[in-house]
């Protein structure tokens, strides 16, 4: 199946990473529809895609920890390829955080992922061809200090991820990670800042210390990112399937 027959759902897709991943998809001739919860911003995103092969792009307005609101949205429709991808819990201390935080944090990431993979996996099945991509972070394999509920719930979507991977093989369908690393986003600069505030250091101090950690020397661009997903949603990485790739600059010291 070549790309330009496949139809391609984006979460997050408003901003960030989201945003650059449905630039990527669209360039590369899918026909992509955005989901993300503002109908304003999503319908200036839409019009902002490249059409150039005939594709018809779409968005869905929806908050995914609706969780029966985001199963209505996907009812009925057919997506080839499925990008996971959602803006983290707040920053904070795992010991301090509340137990409806860890709750929270599951809706909006695995129980999301896992209603739309079982809304969409019978059609992709049917097709024979499936790209299910996860937007998650280096935290999976290191713990990133200051983000207790973001690492306990990206390492359960990893886990699920694998699980998926094996179950789903032998229908033509590759379940892998993202995992990116420091990327220039609004996320990003929320995670900078609580920083600064708990050390007393300034946004710019954080920011020099950052950046000294990437040997690249510098942050990732969402561009940079959604070049990486696009390849796994591509009929290229057909034998590409369980894994988790940081996309880093080298910043990670496991392999």
């Known amino acids: 199946m070549s790309a330009t027959n496949n139809q391609a759902l984006v979460c997050g897709a408003s901003r960030g990473i989201g945003a650059a991943v449905a630039q990527a998809l669209a360039a590369d001739g899918l026909s992509v529809t955005l989901l993300a919860r503002s109908a304003k911003v999503l319908a200036a995103a839409c019009d ?6 005939g594709q018809t792009h779409d968005w869905i307005a929806c908050d995914v920890t609706d969780t029966q609101a985001l199963k209505e949205a996907v009812t009925g429709r057919e997506f080839q390829v499925l990008i996971n991808n959602s803006g983290g819990p707040a920053p904070g201390t795992a010991i301090d955080a509340d137990p409806e935080d860890f709750e929270n944090a599951f809706r909006q990431h695995l129980i999301a992922n896992q209603v739309l993979v079982q809304a ?22 290191e713990p990133i200090p200051g ?23 032998p229908f033509g369908i590759t379940v892998n990670n993202v995992l990116p690393g420091y990327t220039a986003t609004g996320r990003l600069d929320q995670i900078f800042r609580n920083q600064a505030e708990r050390s007393g250091k300034t946004l710019e101090e954080i920011m020099a210390l950052r950046q000294a950690e990437v040997p690249a020397g510098r942050f990732a661009e969402p561009a940079e990112i959604a070049a990486v997903v696009a390849f796994l949603a591509s009929p290229a990485a057909s034998y590409v399937n369980g894994t988790s790739l940081a996309v880093d600059g080298g910043r990670s010291r496991g392999s």
């Open 48 to 53: 902002e895609l490249p059409a150039e092969s």
């Open 120 to 141: 969409l996996a019978p059609g992709m099945k049917d097709a024979g061809f499936g790209r299910i991509v996860n937007v998650i972070s280096t935290s999976v394999r």
């Open 147 to 169: 983000l207790g509920v973001s690492n306990t719930v990206r390492a359960a979507v990893a886990a699920w991820a694998k699980t998926l991977s094996r179950e789903l093989a």
